[in-house]
């Protein structure tokens, strides 16, 4: 399943890391594979492995993470990937830090995009610094 969450920002289960076609009809640039253990595709595109090994892993890597993909995601589209639902997490932090989408709207956003993308975290703990 993938979901556009923004023009250029793709997010994906790892069905969509292993399916070529999505990358064609896509046109991804940029693979983030935040798996331990899932590898990517033998295919032309920037591979950018970041292992989230548990949740206070993702805690300790996710601001550099949501930096990159704001750095990247005018002039690429971008497919984030995972096995546990940190590719949604991700999406909502992004569009809380980058995009300016209330801590208390994300959730709803996102379901608007794809009713059936899963946001159980308390995002209080993720405050801006």
Not at 17 to 38: A, C, F, G
Not at 63 to 89: A, V
Not at 94 to 106: A, K, M, Q
Request: aromatic share 14%; with cysteine; net charge neutral.
């Amino acid at each position: 399943m993938i979901t556009e969450i923004i023009n250029g920002i793709y997010i994906g289960d790892i069905n969509s890391l292993l399916d070529k076609n999505i990358y064609k009809l896509y046109n991804i640039d940029i693979v983030i594979n935040l798996t331990t253990h899932y590898q990517f595709l033998d295919i032309k595109v920037s591979k950018i492995k970041y292992p989230i090994i548990n949740f206070t892993d993702y805690l300790d890597k996710y601001r550099k993470l949501i930096q990159f993909i704001y750095s990247k995601f005018i002039n690429y589209n971008i497919l984030i990937c995972s096995d546990e639902q940190y590719h949604t997490l991700t999406a909502a932090l992004f569009l809380i830090n980058y995009g300016n989408i209330p801590e208390y709207d994300v959730k709803s956003v996102l379901t608007n995009k794809n009713d059936k993308l899963v946001l159980d975290y308390d995002l209080s703990i993720f405050k801006k610094k």
